[in-house]
């Protein structure tokens, strides 16, 4: 299933989000979209369930919990953290507060990265979210997704590695 942006770069990465569903999502005057899979006789076929420009992912990733997305929307303007229904497309809400962002689940709650090196653990459900704590562990441009191993977080920016203790 076909997914266009302005340049060609598809940079964020989709989500299987169980269900047969596919989320993918890119800026670049695109959007977001599901798509789900249709076992039709020996076949499997693509079905768009919904298209929405109202959140554009750059070069991050989304997270699901429930019924609800969440991730990072922004290309050249500012950007916000926003909340989407899954099955929908509708957009519960949308934050300010952070650049662009790749984010993590973990134990429930969000682990957010932005691409300023600021790093966060949100707690967010469809009617907001709020900031738990926050730190700015990096300097530089910060794109890759954090890792949690265990009890131990990896962040990367363009220049370092640093290996966080969660304990």
Known sequence: ?????????NLATPLWTGDDLIYTSAAYDSGS??????????????????YSRKVRI???????????????????GPAFF????VKTGE?????RGFSKATCLLADG?????????????????????KV??????????????????GTTLYLRDRQTIKALDLK
Not at 109 to 129: F, R, S, V, Y
């Open 1 to 9: 299933h076909p997914h266009h942006t302005q340049y060609g770069a």
């Open 33 to 50: 979209r599901v798509i789900q899979l249709v076992k039709e006789g020996d076949q499997t076929k693509p079905k768009e369930l919904w």
């Open 58 to 76: 750059h070069h991050a990733n989304a997270v699901r919990i429930g019924d609800y997305l969440y991730a990072s929307s922004g290309d050249f």
């Open 82 to 85: 926003a909340c989407i229904n």
């Open 91 to 95: 957009l519960a809400w949308r934050k």
């Open 109 to 129: 709650k969000i682990i957010l990265l932005d691409e300023d090196g600021q790093l966060a653990l949100i707690h967010a459900d469809p009617k907001g979210m």
């Open 132 to 149: 738990i704590s926050q730190c700015q562990p990096l300097e530089r441009i910060a794109w890759s997704a954090p890792t949690l191993s």
